[in-house]
């Protein structure tokens, strides 16, 4: 199992990026797809899970941040909208056999990508 997180990177305040997951090894129909964040200083948080009729979403307005699949690409996606500073961050995909509700907060998630930075600033 690999995944390889990509897309990050400068943006101004208010801004958008599109981040990427690239999955191999599985297919997206049997597990959980989860994005985290790690501000500097702060501890990880879980952004957003998707897994088969089933989602989550961390403590963020959910208009603003958007996860999607495409199966026939194996692939993740993350759509971050009007961003902050506080959105600065890197930001690491992650992926875990079963639903999003088997990993509470993404506990427990056994296969992470490399993470990609997202730094926000004017």
């Known amino acids: 199992v690999q995944l390889q997180a990509s897309g990050g990177g400068l943006v101004q305040p208010g801004g958008s990026l599109r981040l990427s997951c690239a999955a191999s090894?599985?297919?997206?129909?049997?597990?959980?797809m989860a994005w985290f964040r790690q501000a500097p200083g702060k501890e990880r948080e879980e952004v957003l899970c998707?897994?088969?009729?089933?989602?989550y979403h961390g403590d963020f307005e959910k208009s603003r941040f958007l996860i999607s699949t495409d199966n026939a690409k194996n692939t993740v996606y993350l759509q971050l909208n009007r961003l902050t500073v506080e959105d600065t961050a890197v930001y690491y995909c992650?992926?875990?056999?079963?639903?999003?509700?088997?990993?509470?907060?993404?506990?427990?998630?056994?296969?992470w990508g490399e993470g990609t930075l997202v730094t926000v600033s004017s």
């Open positions: 992650a992926a875990g056999s079963g639903k999003c509700v088997d990993y509470p907060e993404g506990a427990g998630m056994p296969y």
């Open positions: 090894g599985f297919t997206l129909d049997d597990y959980a």
């Open positions: 998707v897994s088969s009729n089933d989602m």
